[in-house]
C-alpha cells in the first residue's frame, strides 16, 4: 500500500473514485470532504462528491456541492448534467430539463442525456420537444444502445407518434 498525501487533492479524489466504485459510498464521500478539507473551492472534488451523494440518496446535500463546482467552473458542462440528474429524481422536471439543455450544449455526446431530456419534456407536457429529442436521441442510440433506442421508441408511440 502507499501512503496518501493528506494535502495533495487529486490523492484524495483518486481514493473516493476508487472507494466509489467499490461500493463504498460514505467512505468515498469522507475521501472527497477530506481533499476540500485541503481546497474547499476544487470544482472536480466538489463534483465527485455531489456524484456520491447522490448515490446515496442525499440530494439536497448533491445540489450544494454541484452548485458550487458550478460556480467555479460554469463552462463545464458535466455539472449541468449532474445537477439535472438530481433534479430528475427528485421530479423536479423543469430544473431537470434546463440543466440538461445548458449541459447539453456542451456535451452533445452525452446520449444518456438526451432520453432523460425528452423524458423531462414528456412529464413538462412539452410534447413536440420530447418527441424532438425521443428521435434525436433514437438516430444517436441505435447502434450503441439498440434497447434504448427501443424504449425511446416505446415513449414516441405512446406520445402518438
Excluded: K
Excluded at 476540500?36 to 466538489?46: E, S
Amino acid at each position: 500500500a502507499t501512503e496518501l498525501d493528506s494535502e495533495d487533492v487529486s490523492s484524495w479524489g483518486n481514493l473516493g473514485a476508487c472507494l466509489r466504485r467499490e461500493g463504498r459510498v460514505e467512505e468515498s464521500i469522507a475521501a472527497y470532504r477530506a481533499g476540500l478539507i485541503h481546497n474547499p473551492a476544487h470544482p472536480d472534488l466538489l463534483n465527485n462528491l455531489a456524484v456520491a451523494l447522490r448515490n446515496a440518496g442525499r440530494n439536497e446535500e448533491a445540489l450544494e456541492a454541484l452548485q458550487s463546482a458550478l460556480a467555479r467552473d460554469p463552462d463545464q458542462p458535466q455539472f449541468n448534467l449532474n445537477i439535472a440528474t438530481v433534479y430528475r429524481r427528485m421530479r423536479r422536471w423543469a430544473d431537470a430539463a434546463r440543466h440538461y439543455e445548458v449541459g447539453l450544449r456542451g456535451a452533445s455526446e452525452e446520449v444518456g442525456a438526451i432520453f432523460d431530456l425528452a423524458y423531462c419534456y414528456e412529464q413538462l407536457d412539452r410534447d413536440a420537444e420530447a418527441i424532438a429529442a425521443y428521435r434525436r436521441y433514437i438516430q444517436r442510440a441505435q447502434r450503441s444502445d439498440p434497447d434504448g433506442a427501443a424504449r425511446a421508441e416505446e415513449r414516441l408511440i405512446g406520445l402518438g407518434q
